[in-house]
């Protein structure tokens, strides 16, 4: 069973993601996926994306001033992954593209 201690850190992220308005769903894909309303270059990205990972790591950084470690990293892809499956299913712009040509 993982700590309370050890997953606080993660809780704090996850609660300051969606307090700057990020939401959390799945696509048309069943791809979770996360909405990012101030992200410059685009707006939607799979929890698992590289671009995304690193600004779940930047966060992480300015609440703790450590740097995300990979098993903690690994978690918070789970825990992002379930708040994206609370958050039901959406269909996006990027999911709509490739949905219309199936």
Request: proline letters at 4%; hydrophobic letters at 35%.
């Amino acid at each position: 069973m993982v700590s309370n201690r050890k997953t606080a850190p993660l809780s704090k992220v996850i609660k300051q993601l969606i307090d700057d308005g990020e939401q959390f769903f799945v696509n048309s894909l069943l791809k979770p996926v996360v909405h990012i309303p101030d992200d410059p270059y685009q707006q939607y990205w799979e929890v698992t994306h590289e671009r995304f990972l690193a600004h779940v790591s930047s966060v992480y950084h300015a609440l703790t001033n450590e740097y995300l470690k990979t098993a903690e990293r690994d978690m918070l892809i789970e825990l992002l992954k379930e708040e994206c499956y609370k958050g039901g299913r959406r269909l996006t712009g990027v999911a709509s593209a490739t949905t219309a040509r199936s």
